[in-house]
């Protein structure tokens, strides 16, 4: 698959000093988004076999990993369970085209978005800003407040997320999940409003992705989707995000 040259991106536009980590046995492709990559100030490490990368994305800090579901020996949903254990990179997953099942196992195992295995270079671009910008924190900006629903503390300027006195482990757009919910609290959060917010890429009507990672942020916080103590699901609407004192369902 070729890869399509895009502008060249300006100076002020390079995404210096960001190291990336591609793990895929498919050597040409890794190599194809190397060289697309690099002229656009990415620094781009291949592996080709599951042991050799989740080794290497546990031993150097990068700013996201590029991850194939298909490899052989230890494939790609091996190596994320076990990288979850131990590391909160954003992993963009690369999947068969139109397999779903890959994708929703993929989301539901901690990956930050997944990319279909014909993308174009556009694509794999703004789908790798999208998820490196929801995990970056900006040196020297200004102190956020807490965003608090009971005993659930979520803090933007130091991308945490404290359930009681518990540290929850949650996914770049987990944590921006949340943190829509909880700017919104009391209110209903339509289920395209939340996408908006979350995402820079199209989802469509069909698309169950902000639902697995819902689902997923409600078993972090011990959430029962019959009796949530967070996260309401408001049928044919969307999602709130309460406390039990506070309840106003009102579309934001």
């Keep these: 698959m070729a890869l399509q040259p895009v502008k060249k991106l300006s100076t002020m536009e ?7 980590l591609v793990v895929d046995d498919d050597r040409k492709l890794a190599s194809l988004i190397r060289d697309y990559l690099t002229p656009m100030g990415y620094q781009v490490e291949l592996r080709h076999n599951g042991p050799d990368g989740l080794a290497e994305a546990l031993a150097t800090p990068y700013q996201a990993v590029i991850l194939d579901v298909m490899m052989p020996g230890m494939d790609g949903f091996a190596v994320l369970r076990e990288l979850r254990k131990k590391s909160d990179v954003p992993v963009l997953m690369l999947t068969a ?35 490196t910008r929801r995990s970056r924190v900006q040196p020297g900006a200004e102190a956020v407040r807490e965003l608090v629903a009971g005993t659930l503390r979520l803090c933007e300027e130091t991308h945490t997320v404290v359930l009681g006195d ?10 921006a999940i949340l943190a829509a919910l909880l700017k919104s609290k009391g209110r209903v959060k339509t ?18 992705s902000i639902d697995v990672h819902v689902s997923s942020l409600r078993k972090k916080l011990g959430d029962d989707a019959k ?3 967070f996260i309401r699901t408001i049928r044919g609407i969307g999602y709130t995000l309460h406390e039990p004192e506070t309840m106003d369902f009102r579309p934001s």
């Excluded at 390079?14 to 990336?20: D, E, P, S």
């Excluded at 930050?112 to 270079?121: A, E, G, H, N, R």
Aim: proline letters at 4%.
């Design 14 to 20: 390079l995404q210096a000093n960001h190291r990336l």
């Design 97 to 131: 085209l139109g397999d779903e099942a890959d994708r929703i196992v993929g989301l539901e195992i901690g990956a930050d978005d997944y990319l279909p295995k014909t993308f174009s270079s556009r694509e794999l671009l703004a789908r790798l800003r999208a998820v």
């Design 166 to 175: 518990t540290p929850l482990d949650l996914t770049s757009l987990e944590f």
């Design 191 to 208: 289920r395209e409003r939340l996408i908006e917010e979350v995402s820079e890429r199209r989802f469509d009507v069909f698309d169950r």
């Design 227 to 229: 009796n949530p103590r």
